[in-house]
């Protein structure tokens, strides 16, 4: 039985790590179509886009 709590929480905790990168893949394909929509509607860089969407713009 202890065997079976040991595996059970294991695989809980490998199946949570497993899902957060699933997140991550979404975010990242869906920065890179607002990317492509900038780049498409407003002419805008990687360095500009990155600027405009984290708000980093600098003194220009």
Known sequence: M???VVTFLATL???QGVFANT???FEASE???DYQ???VKYGDDL?????K???THTNQ
């Open 2 to 4: 202890k065997k079976f």
């Open 13 to 15: 905790i490998l199946s």
């Open 23 to 25: 997140d991550i893949l």
């Open 31 to 33: 920065l890179i179509e």
């Open 37 to 39: 929509l900038h780049k």
């Open 47 to 51: 360095a500009t886009f990155i600027s």
């Open 53 to 55: 969407t984290f708000n």
